[in-house]
């Protein structure tokens, strides 16, 4: 998003945290936030008019309520109506906006449940699945078949094996708005993360880390960074000792293939 929408995007968050305080349901808004983000990518003169700089911000949002009004709760209407009453660089930052409040809605209920941390785990696992498995990943994200097969599909392989939550935005993610599911994924993962002002990393080991050790790294990220730090653990065979952590737009590697790499650039000089 350019500048003018992230500062939309920051206001419209902070009026969507004010209704979830206020006592609204997270799983029924989030759910009616997905539904108002479909309808408007099917419509795109009603885009067009709820975005419209040269039409009264009361006036989109009086036409927003009588399109919800009786449909949705009152709390889902705020919602909408604190967006379409922003100013957007462009007509979809409105769409992307409406929807980063329904993962955000749904964060928030998998924090009520007390299982925000298994929500996040469960996108990186899924994540994980796709890259390994091609075809499936393919399958998935095939938009010449029918969403109602691919979720069919989806709904086979996660049977049991996730949150509700998790299955809603995996559900969304089907949809197709995102570049690829695994940047979907990615983006799901970091706004969860974002509910409780975390930052995700990723480490790269070669073996499996227990829970003691996995913490204690996310402890140390976190007292560098200053945030809480949620961290994704990936055993690849190409590592051959120590770990490799990615975070925000830093690499911290302290493999042996990275210590070896700089002993042998001191030997050269």
Same mark, same amino acid.
């Given at each position: 998003?350019?500048?003018?929408?992230?500062?939309?995007?920051?206001?419209?968050?902070?009026?969507?945290?004010?209704?979830?305080?206020?006592?609204?349901?997270?799983?029924?808004?989030?759910?009616?936030?997905?539904?108002?983000?479909?309808?408007?990518?099917?419509?795109?003169?009603?885009?067009?008019?709820?975005?419209?700089?040269?039409?009264?911000?009361?006036?989109?949002?009086?036409?927003?309520?009588?399109?919800?009004?009786?449909?949705?709760?009152?709390?889902?209407?705020?919602?909408?109506?604190?967006?379409?009453?922003?100013?957007?660089?462009?007509?979809?930052?409105?769409?992307?906006?409406?929807?980063?409040?329904?993962?955000?809605?749904?964060?928030?209920?998998?924090?009520?449940?007390?299982?925000?941390?298994?929500?996040?785990?469960?996108?990186?696992?899924?994540?994980?699945?796709?890259? *390994?498995?091609? +075809?499936? $990943?393919? /399958? #998935?994200? %095939? =938009?010449? *078949?029918?969403? +109602?097969? $691919?979720? /069919? #599909?989806? %709904? =086979?392989?996660?049977?049991?094996?996730?949150?509700?939550?998790?299955?809603?935005?995996?559900?969304?993610?089907?949809?197709?708005?995102?570049?690829?599911?695994?940047?979907?994924?990615?983006?799901?993962?970091?706004?969860?993360?974002?509910?409780?002002?975390?930052?995700?990393?990723?480490?790269?080991?070669?073996?499996?880390?227990?829970?003691?050790?996995?913490?204690?790294?996310?402890?140390?990220?976190?007292?560098?960074?200053?945030?809480?730090?949620?961290?994704?653990?990936?055993?690849?065979?190409?590592?051959?000792?120590?770990?490799?952590?990615?975070?925000?737009?830093?690499?911290?590697?302290?493999?042996?293939?990275?210590?070896?790499?700089?002993?042998?650039?001191?030997?050269?000089?």
């Amino acid at each position: 998003m350019q500048a003018g929408s992230t500062r939309a995007l920051a206001a419209l968050v902070e009026s969507l945290d004010g209704v979830l305080d206020g006592g609204a349901d997270p799983s029924t808004l989030g759910g009616e936030l997905f539904a108002v983000v479909a309808t408007l990518d099917h419509e795109p003169t009603l885009r067009r008019v709820l975005t419209e700089p040269s039409v009264d911000p009361a006036q989109r949002a009086g036409l927003a309520a009588s399109l919800l009004e009786g449909k949705v709760a009152a709390e889902t209407i705020q919602v909408v109506q604190a967006a379409v009453t922003a100013r957007w660089s462009r007509t979809r930052d409105l769409v992307d906006a409406i929807e980063h409040c329904a993962i955000i809605a749904v964060a928030a209920r998998a924090q009520r449940e007390g299982q925000l941390d298994r929500l996040e785990d469960e996108l990186f696992r899924f994540g994980r699945v796709l890259a *390994a498995e091609p +075809e499936l $990943r393919d /399958a #998935l994200s %095939d =938009r010449s *078949a029918p969403l +109602e097969a $691919r979720t /069919a #599909l989806l %709904d =086979r392989l996660v049977e049991g094996k996730a949150a509700p939550s998790t299955i809603e935005l995996l559900h969304q993610l089907l949809v197709g708005r995102q570049r690829s599911l695994a940047a979907g994924l990615l983006s799901y993962q970091e706004i969860a993360a974002g509910r409780r002002s975390r930052l995700i990393a990723t480490a790269w080991v070669a073996a499996p880390m227990d829970e003691p050790h996995r913490a204690r790294i996310a402890e140390l990220l976190a007292a560098q960074y200053s945030q809480d730090v949620h961290l994704n653990v990936i055993v690849d065979e190409r590592v051959l000792g120590g770990v490799r952590v990615a975070i925000a737009d830093d690499v911290i590697d302290s493999t042996v293939d990275a210590k070896m790499a700089q002993a042998a650039r001191r030997l050269a000089r």
